[in-house]
């Protein structure tokens, strides 16, 4: 069975920049699929951020393009987010998921880690 | 960005009840190429990730109780959830996937 599993720091500084790691059971990400990350804000509004797929290529929410960075590691099956220059209003609980690629509803999903922007 | 409009933001009903969530599209989810909205929806329990309910806006994900039904089409979806249980306290969340996934806003449900 597929499990999804994000990690990294709960607080980060204002201006620096968050990364996450999403290590992945149960399934290769190179053998398909897309492979995302979202976030829940405090007050449940839900953001979906961007995705890799499993060839590689990455394709960014636009209201995040010039911050946002997914990068993957296959040796680890693991995928990355790294958001830069955060803001207080980058608090939020952040998921990794999988998609049912070429359509994008998630059906796997980590239990999301809760990261704070606070100096 | 398409944008999706949810409603009621919060509600709260008795155990067997029946409960209405909408969610309303800001452009069409229909794609005439094979005739399916593309419109999912979640279930996210206190302390746990969203849970994929329906998706093609009335298909029932493997092991969701029939009493969670998904209809609509174009702009305007409902999820009607019949005979409430206590464990359906939850939030409530509409999702489309025509373009750049976005979500609404949320439906909290709570049992009286």
């Known amino acids: 069975e597929i499990q999804l599993q994000e990690s990294g720091p709960g607080l980060v500084k204002p201006s620096q920049s968050l990364s996450l790691t999403c290590s992945v059971t149960?399934?290769?990400?190179?053998?398909?699929?897309?492979w995302s990350w979202l976030r829940k804000f405090p007050g449940n509004k839900m953001e979906w951020m961007g995705f890799i797929t499993y060839s590689g290529s990455t394709n960014y929410n636009p209201s995040l393009k010039s911050r946002i960075s997914i990068t993957r590691d296959t040796s680890k099956n693991q995928f990355f987010l790294q958001l830069n220059s955060v803001t207080t209003e980058d608090t939020a609980t952040y998921y990794c998921a999988r998609d049912e690629q070429p359509y994008w509803y998630f059906v796997f999903w980590g239990p999301g880690t809760m990261v704070t922007v606070s100096s | 960005d398409i944008v999706m409009t949810q409603s009621p933001s919060s509600l709260a009903v008795s155990a067997g009840e029946t409960v209405t969530i909408n969610c309303k599209s800001s452009q069409s989810l229909l794609y005439n190429g094979n005739q399916k909205n593309y419109l999912a929806w979640y279930q996210q329990k206190p302390g746990q990730s969203p849970k994929l309910l329906i998706y093609?806006?009335?298909t029932r994900q493997s092991g969701v109780p029939d009493r969670f039904i998904g209809s609509g089409s174009g702009t305007d979806f409902t999820l009607t959830i019949s005979s409430v249980l206590a464990e359906d306290l939850a939030i409530y969340y509409c999702q489309q996937y025509y373009h750049t996934p976005t979500f609404g806003s949320g439906t909290k449900l709570e049992i009286k």
């Open positions: 149960g399934y290769t990400i190179t053998s398909g699929y897309d």
């Open positions: 093609w806006t009335s």
